[in-house]
């Protein structure tokens, strides 16, 4: 089966750094992704790994270690509007199977 | 970026009735959309799999009489909640994968539908 694990919530100050975790247990890997979805509203794009290492884009960040079954997404300078659910996705045969989401919210 | 509608946004219906939502992919062929389910603060539940001239592949647990499943072009699938019952109600979301990058193979989510059944 599949099962990938977030941690539920978790809170940070406006201008800091957040670290969001993922560890997945997957039969095949073709991808890693993370989500941001705002209350209400449908999850956007915010990263893709398929291989080992850190994507960086922008204020956003995100690893994989793919012997280790590991991710994480790294925000900087955190801005109230990251204020989100954060969802981590594995890809495996055409498919994605999605965590249960990281409720993150900033506080000034 | 590819974009995917999805209509309605909301609905109200009552107890009984059926409701058909149509997603679209507006700039690019999808010859695969992913039917979601969410319940409020939970993760997204992947329903089925539709597949463009051909029949839904449905997640174990979906009944595919009740979630019925057309995707009879490249830019247009539905799902018709048929006899909808109460514990039906439930933020439906489609999705595709774009082509617009041989790396990133993106996938792209509508912006749901709300479904209410009193």
């Known amino acids: 089966g599949q099962n990938i694990d977030q941690p539920t919530e978790m809170t940070a100050t406006e201008g800091a750094i957040v670290q969001i975790n993922c560890t997945y247990q997957?039969?095949?890997?073709?991808?890693l992704f993370w989500y941001q979805q705002h209350a209400g509203e449908a999850p956007t794009f915010l990263s893709y790994n398929v291989l080992d290492g850190l994507e960086e884009k922008g204020r956003f960040s995100s690893f994989l270690s793919r012997s280790k079954g590991y991710s994480y997404l790294l925000l900087k300078e955190l801005q109230m509007k990251d204020s989100a659910s954060y969802l981590c996705a594995v890809r495996t045969a055409g498919k994605s199977t999605f965590g249960d989401g990281t409720t993150l919210t900033v506080k000034p | 970026g590819a974009v995917v509608s999805q209509h309605p946004s909301r609905v109200i219906c009552k107890s009984g009735t059926s409701v058909k939502i149509e997603c679209r992919s507006l700039?690019?062929?999808?010859?695969?959309m992913f039917w979601y389910r969410q319940f409020p603060k939970k993760s997204l539940m992947l329903m089925a799999t539709?597949?463009?001239?051909?029949?839904?592949?449905?997640e174990q647990g979906v009944e595919k009489d009740k979630f019925l499943i057309n995707h009879a072009s490249l830019t247009l699938s539905t799902l018709t909640v048929t006899s909808a019952h109460p514990e039906d109600s439930s933020f439906y979301i489609c999705s595709a994968f774009s082509p617009d990058s041989l790396s990133t193979d993106t996938q792209y989510f509508g912006p749901g539908t709300r479904l209410t059944v009193l």
């Open positions: 997957t039969s095949g890997f073709n991808g």
């Open positions: 700039d690019f062929q999808a010859t695969t």
């Open positions: 539709s597949n463009e001239g051909s029949k839904a592949t449905y």
